[in-house]
């Protein structure tokens, strides 16, 4: 195979057009569903991809951190959610952003709410976090008493306001088919309306809901009752994606570009330059075995579906070992590039700080390629 367009170390790799067809899809579904459609940033983190949204329609971003948040309030992003329990340390930086765009904060505690109460310098919509299942934050959603009690508090604040509850089902990612995944993400569904019966009951208002996992946003088909949805990583989609039966192979938009630097005949494993800092070290089981990534179908610098025989078993730091078929062994030289789709598109792209265009071979640049102090405050 000829060496491809001048890629001579790792690389990630987009498909922008596969890309805006999964926004599309989407967004479509928030539409039918008349749900807010509030994607979450954090999987791109970047200003040209963002546009894409912004294209469509999209005005309401969640994103994950206070850096995050001013990294795209530059942009002009002005509807921001930070989807993280609020730090209270970085409440300058919060009241610097509050003076800048309509910022949303997620809490779990009373004592947090009453710093933000105590600090705030300008009005912050609150969302209180529910957790109903990944254990992870959140205030467990059978809790009613402690969730009325937080609701009050800041009900009574002058720069705060309740918007509602939010949870992120992530223990959709542990499930074991696209029927689990609709189980689990139906059940959250109807804990969020009972918190929500429970705390209208109890004169808080009307109270919003926020659900936001790819799995349950993608295939769960009943949005009655939730207000907004959060997916993120469906624009790019990813092996823990497709494995749980979330999307097709053929709409992954991201796989990395890597060269074989050695060949092993024994073994029939190919070295690639691509290790646990391009990939990280999510793994995925694929037919028994943990896989830090699947070779991709190519086409040049283009990617489709997947090579069940080229797997991804090992990564250190930059060595990444592949066991691949004879035939795929023979098909490789060294020195050629291989594309590998990874595990866990976010992270993957949280380590590479940049894409390549596979159609124009043009860079695309991420937040991870910009030192904080270039754009806050």
């Not at 009241?95 to 109460?117: C, K, R, T």
């Not at 223990?171 to 009972?194: C, F, K, W």
């Not at 080229?310 to 250190?316: F, I, N």
Request: aromatic share 8%.
């Amino acid at each position: 195979m000829n060496r491809q367009n001048e890629i001579q170390k790792p690389q990630l790799l987009i498909d922008l057009e596969k890309a805006r067809n999964n926004i599309q899809s989407m967004l479509q579904k928030a539409r039918q569903n008349q749900v807010v459609f509030r994607p979450h940033f954090k999987t791109h983190q970047s200003h040209e991809i963002a546009k894409m949204y912004r294209d469509a329609g999209v005005t309401a971003i969640t994103v994950s951190s206070v850096e995050m948040a001013a990294y795209f309030a530059s942009a002009g992003w002005q509807d921001i959610l930070i989807a993280f329990p609020a730090n209270i340390l970085q409440i300058e930086h919060i009241n610097q952003l509050a003076a800048q765009v309509h910022l949303s904060l997620l809490v779990d505690n009373l004592e947090s709410i009453v710093f933000l109460e105590e600090h705030a310098l300008h009005p912050i919509d609150i969302w209180i976090e529910v957790d109903t299942g990944l254990h992870r934050t959140g205030i467990w959603w059978q809790n009613h008493q402690h969730m009325l009690t937080c609701a009050q508090q800041i009900k009574d604040s002058q720069q705060l306001t309740l918007q509602g509850i939010l949870t992120h089902a992530g223990h959709t990612y542990q499930a074991n088919s696209p029927q689990d995944v609709i189980d689990r993400a139906e059940a959250g569904r109807s804990a969020m309306l009972e918190a929500k019966q429970y705390l209208q009951d109890h004169d808080c208002g009307e109270i919003r809901i926020s659900i936001g996992d790819t799995p349950g946003c993608r295939l769960l088909s009943d949005f009655k009752g939730v207000d907004e949805i959060r997916p993120g990583n469906f624009i790019f989609f990813d092996l823990e994606q497709w494995r749980l039966g979330v999307c097709k192979a053929e709409e992954i938009a991201v796989a990395m570009a890597c060269p074989v630097v050695s060949k092993n005949v024994q073994r029939s494993e190919m070295v690639i330059y691509g290790g646990a800092i391009h990939f990280s070290k999510e793994q995925v089981l694929y037919r028994g075995e943990a896989v830090y990534g699947l070779m991709a179908e190519k086409d040049g610098c283009r990617f489709s579906g997947i090579l069940d025989e080229g797997r991804l078993l090992h990564t250190t730091q930059e060595h990444g070992v592949l066991r691949v078929s004879d035939s795929i062994f023979q098909q490789y030289q060294i020195g050629d590039i291989v594309l590998i789709y990874p595990v866990h598109s976010c992270l993957t792209v949280q380590a590479m700080g940049e894409y390549r265009d596979v159609h124009t071979g043009k860079t695309i640049s991420t937040m991870v390629q910009q030192r904080t102090n270039d754009f806050i405050f």
